[in-house]
């Protein structure tokens, strides 16, 4: 048994915010001791919270073992706070099967060191064809559906996905995003485009595909969970859906809240063309990024997700058209939000909410939360400790982060998945 | 290099003064006005020297300047060798349809490999924008952008600035036409930079397609200008019309909706020529498609100095490799 004693336990899912104890038993957290061996963990002074959930991050397993591996992107989850993560099957080959979910999960329980819940596709290989067996993955363990990035463009397909889904009530999870009005759009359409002479992509590429999956959503009654919003004009629109009862929810990434398309002319760096700060969707303006914390703060979007993306170097070190887009970002997502927390745009407790119990409720995960009997599934913060990133001290594989050599406010010290301590630093 | 989109309201980029402690030429953005002076003042001595019978000093005699070319161009590379022969460099030139780029190397491993063969300076085109950072940041050469994507083309601007200043005695106060397709041009976007940094006036002018949406311009970057899409107000009292290239394939992505409507909108003809000052100047970077954009009689005219920025392009050429080499005056 362990006790982590006198910290600030935070526990968004029940509201509770005080100093205390918080006792594991095995796998399970306890309220008070259950006997009196005991290993104490004292983490007074520091933040004990329920550990992270991420709705979508990329694992690359199986196909992609250079850019990671289940092994290596959870322990850059663990290092991140994260205890569960929801994995997208855009690897090769694509999760199309219930054999393929398994395959994931087999590989998760030999490797991973936090929960993998994997996501199978909507459409099989995902090429928005035909609808991929969603029953047999469901059973299986899948979590939801999602065809990563590739937005499914038939709309006609999109409405049978959101219907077909009600028959094992799983989300859809939409790339929102007009594939004819990206159209090889490389970054966010605005100023910093125009001077670079990159090619931008238009709000209004989000923006239309959000109106159609949200208008589909409604005449279905299907699940529609919206990935990854940049948009001021589509956290409005999904307010809207909102108040008038469209099953949806949505999330928005820590980059997307805290940084703009100025990145990619060296904004925090000095690099032109910063490839790291390439991401699909991509960062947009100020304004945006204001709205989505907006949306964030009223509960129009549920929840913050990584997206965490990793890539290999030659993928980054290129011409910016040719670059994958992606950042490695489990490892940074607490420390990115804390700079939302440390200017007074968002409460401690509303910021940890944001990455435990809203996305536990947004796909009705029973994690995310402190109870007694629930999973023992916890992390311990120091909300104030500076560091300096330095993306080649990640434990993921992917290095690409725009935020190296910048100082970060808020790491986490000690991270506790399933009753295991999974990464420890200083406590 | 310090260049930074700090946000929308404030400027885009730190100017840096000296040239001599220049490195790369990427784009004008980081030009100061003493720097372009000073690339223009020894342009001009360039320009001397190639008036000479033997048009040909050693300064930079053991020097090697590689071209590296993954786009088509005849007087942005023939010119960049015409300048280093002049200067007693040795030029290698690289195309990388007959490299072994068409092997698949990445151009991180291609430039990598012309600095180990002792290239002093990489005068690089390249289809895509921002490739020459890519490269500027891996190597110990000097960069020269010799046409990025649709970014950059700062050798050109440096070398309209050089023509204009020469025909016309100065650059401060003109009103300078750019007609075209705007949007897709890095011959517009250095000139934009440099005409700005020089006190120009500058009016866009060309389909509404092929012009930045207006409020993309705004807050402080050097787009922030008058623009229309009527050429003829375009040309009212103007001292240089540059005339851009019309790309064809500008028309099957939708742009506009044929050739000949462009050349009935937009096309330099005398008559539309004669709304301009009286001795305006006619500029066009090349390669021209005569009879789309511009006129065989303009393009050809008295008030054509389209021939004379070719030549020009070997002295301005000349002039920064002299400044990058960090020789004394």
């Known amino acids: 048994m362990i006790r982590l004693a006198g910290g600030r336990i935070l526990d968004p899912a029940s509201g509770r915010d005080e100093i205390g104890d918080l006792w594991l038993e095995d796998d399970l957290l306890l309220d008070r001791p259950a006997d009196a061996d005991e290993i104490v963990i004292d983490v007074s002074g520091f933040v004990v919270a329920p550990g992270f959930v991420d709705l979508h991050c990329h694992l690359r397993e199986p196909g992609f073992e250079d850019k990671e591996t289940i092994a290596s992107g959870t322990s850059a989850a663990a290092a991140g706070g994260f205890t569960t993560v929801c994995a997208l099957a855009d690897t090769r080959p694509s999760i199309d099967t219930g054999s393929d979910v398994e395959s994931v999960l087999t590989q998760a329980r030999r490797d991973a060191l936090v929960r993998v819940l994997p996501l199978g596709t909507t459409t099989k290989r995902r090429d928005g064809q035909e609808l991929s067996e969603m029953a047999d993955m469901a059973a299986a363990g899948a979590i939801a559906f999602s065809d990563a990035a590739r937005a499914i463009r038939s709309a006609s397909l999109m409405r049978h996905a959101l219907e077909y889904s009600l028959l094992v009530e799983r989300p859809i999870v939409s790339h929102a995003q007009d594939t004819d009005l990206v159209d090889g759009g490389v970054m966010h359409e605005g100023p910093v485009a125009t001077v670079l002479g990159l090619k931008g992509i238009p709000r209004e590429a989000e923006e239309i595909a959000v109106a159609r999956d949200l208008a589909l959503a409604r005449l279905t009654g299907g699940r529609l969970h919206l990935a990854h919003l940049t948009t001021a004009g589509a956290v409005e629109q999904v307010r809207r859906a909102k108040a008038s009862g469209v099953r949806v929810s949505a999330e928005v990434t820590p980059h997307h809240l805290t940084l703009t398309d100025s990145a990619v002319a060296g904004n925090g760096n000095g690099r032109m063309y910063d490839t790291n700060a390439r991401t699909n969707p991509p960062l947009r303006s100020h304004a945006d990024a204001r709205a989505l914390l907006d949306g964030l703060r009223d509960g129009t979007i549920d929840c913050v997700a990584t997206d965490h993306s990793p890539q290999r170097w030659i993928d980054k070190a290129c011409e910016f058209d040719q670059a994958e887009p992606g950042m490695s970002s489990l490892e940074t997502a607490f420390g990115l939000l804390m700079r939302l927390v440390h200017a007074g745009a968002l409460s401690l407790p509303d910021m940890i909410a944001a990455l435990s119990a809203r996305p536990a409720q947004a796909w009705g995960l029973p994690y995310g939360t402190l109870a007694s009997g629930s999973s023992a599934d916890v992390v311990v913060l120091d909300p104030d400790h500076a560091w300096v990133v330095d993306p080649e001290r990640f434990l993921s594989k992917g290095k690409n982060s725009p935020l190296g050599g910048q100082t970060l406010r808020g790491t986490v010290l000690l991270t506790i998945a399933a009753g295991r301590i999974v990464y420890r630093n200083g406590v | ?329």
Request: contains cysteine; aromatic residues 4%; charged residues 20%.
């Open chain 2, 1 to 329: 290099m310090t260049l930074q989109v700090i946000n929308r309201a404030e400027p885009i980029t730190q100017r840096q003064p000296a040239a001599r402690t220049r490195r790369h030429v990427l784009d004008l953005d980081d030009f100061s006005v003493e720097e372009v002076e000073t690339v223009l003042e020894t342009a001009t001595r360039m320009k001397d020297v190639l008036s000479r019978p033997i048009k040909k000093v050693p300064t930079l005699r053991g020097k090697t300047l590689v071209t590296l070319f993954y786009e088509a161009s005849t007087r942005t590379r023939v010119g960049f060798e015409v300048a280093a022969k002049a200067l007693g460099a040795d030029t290698v030139s690289v195309a990388a349809a007959t490299s072994s780029v068409t092997k698949g190397e990445s151009l991180i491993d291609t430039i990598r490999t012309l600095q180990a063969l002792g290239a002093d300076f990489v005068v690089m085109r390249h289809h895509q924008a921002g490739a020459p950072y890519v490269v500027a940041d891996e190597v110990g050469s000097s960069v020269i952008n010799a046409g990025d994507g649709w970014h950059a083309h700062p050798t050109q601007a440096l070398l309209d600035l050089f023509t204009m200043r020469e025909r016309l005695g100065r650059i401060a106060g003109l009103r300078v036409a750019i007609i075209g397709d705007i949007l897709h041009s890095r011959v517009a976007r250095s000139n934009l930079w440099g005409l700005t940094l020089m006190g120009a006036n500058v009016v866009l002018c060309g389909p509404p397609t092929m012009l930045p949406e207006p409020s993309f311009c705004a807050g402080g970057l050097p787009w922030d200008l008058e623009r229309t899409y009527q050429i003829d107000e375009a040309l009212h009292g103007a001292d240089v019309v540059m005339v851009l290239r019309m790309q064809l394939e500008r028309q099957t992505g939708g742009l506009f909706p044929s050739l000949r409507e462009y050349v009935r909108t937009y096309a330099l003809t005398e008559e539309r020529l004669a709304k301009a000052k009286p001795g305006a100047l006619v500029m066009h970077p090349g390669p021209m498609n005569e009879g789309v954009e511009i006129d065989p009689k303009v393009a050809r005219g008295v008030q054509s100095a389209i021939e004379a920025q070719v030549t020009n392009g070997v002295a301005v050429r000349m002039a920064l490799l002299y400044l990058l080499s960090g020789l004394p005056a």
